[in-house]
């Protein structure tokens, strides 16, 4: 399959183009490193002003989505040491989250004192909607470039429920441990706006709600949320503005107790679901669901190319594909 001969988006990648020397037309748009990394400091430093100038309540200056995988980890420890916030962990039980998992956050937590709440939504409702979700779509062309349908499903209850537990408890940032290519810096330290968050949970709610019913309505916002614009909080994910090395991170996090779990795929640290994901979104549209992520990596310096060319193009684990499929009656 032909690549871009800079970052790693392929032939199969909706939208793409190759010039004469088969550079494609992200590449070419790129700024570079060196505006990337003024950009960076930049947002650090808006972070750190709106830390020092917000009032602070009486429980959380922050709530962090944490899936005990190493990216989160690593932002759970920035929070806390490097930024010295009070910081509520909340995990969202997906019932694929690997035991290894929950070994290492029990262990992070006590180590860095850190509150942790961990929501468990009725796992036949989930199961049901990952089934759904690998048997058909579920959301827009635009959406299934950045992650498979069945991560939309699941993050689209993550996000959700940490804005709400951010409104009702009047916590002033929520915390997110996405990767650099995850996420743009520009967009690292953003006020969550009240009309386009309503706009933006309709387009994930309403398919989950057709599955499922009224059991997805504890995890998403309604009117008496939507109203209270000024509790909605400042979205923080410091790794888009602070350096990102994979085997730096890694070691960090081992100092907390944190151990490499053994029984998920090359992209995932956590979950036991992601290769099955993985396999059905390549299936359905011939490139794999990481490779936008991994090329935004490759492009801003914070991961080698033959690195994660290695990633995306490692075949599946037929043993935790089968186990993820067998889980979901397939």
Known sequence: MKRCVRCILPTTFPGISF?????????R???GNEAHDETKKKYENK????????PRNTTYDLIM?????????YT???????YKLRVLALTLDNAFISEKSFQNMRKVCEKLGVDHQIIRPNPKMLGNIFKTAAQKELFSPKTLERASTICTCCIGFVKSIILRTAIEKDIPFAGFGWSPGQAPVQASVMKTNASLMQTTQKAI??????IAGDEVNPYFLFDEHFQQKEKFPWNIHPLAFLNYDEENIIARIKELGWEMPEDT??????????????????NRYDFHPYVWELANMVRNGSMERAYAINKIE??????????????LDL
């Open 29 to 31: 748009r790129y700024k």
């Open 76 to 82: 759970l420890d920035i929070f806390i040491n490097r």
């Open 265 to 282: 795929d090359a992209n995932s640290t956590n979950c036991l679901l992601n290769a099955f994901a993985n396999q059905v979104h390549k």
């Open 205 to 210: 709610y309403d398919p989950l709600h057709r």
């Open 314 to 327: 490692a075949p599946e684990n037929e043993v935790f594909v089968n186990y993820a499929r067998k889980k």
């Open 65 to 73: 989505a944490y899936s005990g995988g190493k990216d989160s980890t």
């Open 19 to 27: 010039d004469e020397h088969g550079l494609c037309n992200y590449c």
């Open 47 to 54: 972070f750190l002003e709106l830390k020092d100038s917000l």
